[in-house]
T-cell receptor, first 115, second 109 residues
Framework: GAVVSQHPSWVICKSGTSVKIECRSLDFQATTMFWYRQFPKQSLMLMATSNEGSKATYEQGVEKDKFLINHASLTLSTLTVTSAHPEDSSFYIC???????????FGPGTRLLVL | GQNIDQPTEMTATEGAIVQINCTYQTSGFNGLFWYQQHAGEAPTFLSYNVLDGLEEKGRFSSFLSRSKGYSYLLLKELQMKDSASYLCAVSSNTGKLIFGQGTTLQVKP
């Protein structure tokens, strides 16, 4: 139980384009989903917290107009990186909680490379 | 402020026991998690402690002392596949996880 999927697992795009990443909880309803970013050899940095049906809460320093988050249902949240630039290249990981309210289960991550 | 400390790197021998420590100072506390992360992969859940004491799960055990702001992850009978980063994370009152920098464990033959 508590499986979270992410799609795509890898994406390479040109600078200036937008990229959408999907996060799905496969076997439980996720009341809350979280989006993280991880740079090489660094720990996870929380970008935003997303609750179903409401606006996401962004961490300080994260541009909400650049990183659009939609949590349309209890099993799906999307992160759209708009007008991506090379510095946005990173490992983006989502997590979901809901089955056990205290435990976050992570998706497999999406590696983004912006050329 | 929020602060979670754990050693950056550790090395141990296959078959041995290793203890990874984590100290924390956070404005709220709703439990402490340990995650394992292999290079290039997302973290996988190992353990959750919200009450003081030891939680044992197979080869892995986790301990918590809330009064001391201290936890450790104990790995027994180390295997080569245990080489990974181990992340200590504290759940705040808002449900957010605050991560430490992670401890990279290298298991040698």
């Amino acid at each position: 139980g508590a499986v979270v999927s992410q799609h795509p697992s890898w994406v390479i795009c040109k600078s200036g384009t937008s990229v959408k990443i999907e996060c799905r909880s496969l076997d439980f309803q996720a009341t809350t989903m979280f989006w993280y970013r991880q740079f090489p050899k660094q720990s996870l940095m929380l970008m935003a917290t997303s609750n179903e049906g409401s606006k996401a809460t962004y961490e300080q320093g994260v541009e909400k107009d650049k990183f659009l988050i939609n949590h349309a249902s209890l099993t799906l949240s999307t992160l759209t990186v708009t007008s991506a630039h090379p510095e946005d290249s990173s490992f983006y990981i989502c997590s979901a909680s809901g089955g056990n309210p205290e435990t976050q289960y992570f998706g497999p991550g999406t590696r983004l490379l912006v050329l | 402020g929020q602060n979670i400390d754990q050693p950056t790197e550790m090395t141990a021998t296959e078959g041995a026991i290793v203890q990874i420590n984590c100290t924390y100072q956070t404005s709220g506390f709703n439990g402490l998690f340990w995650y394992q992360q292999h290079a290039g992969e997302a973290p996988t859940f190992l353990s959750y402690n919200v009450l003081d004491g030891l939680e044992e799960k197979g080869r892995f055990s986790s301990f918590l002392s809330r009064s001391k702001g201290y936890s450790y992850l104990l790995l027994k009978e180390l295997q080569m596949k245990d080489s990974a980063s181990y992340l200590c994370a504290v759940s705040s009152n808002t449900g957010k996880l605050i991560f430490g920098q992670g401890t990279t464990l290298q298991v040698k033959p």
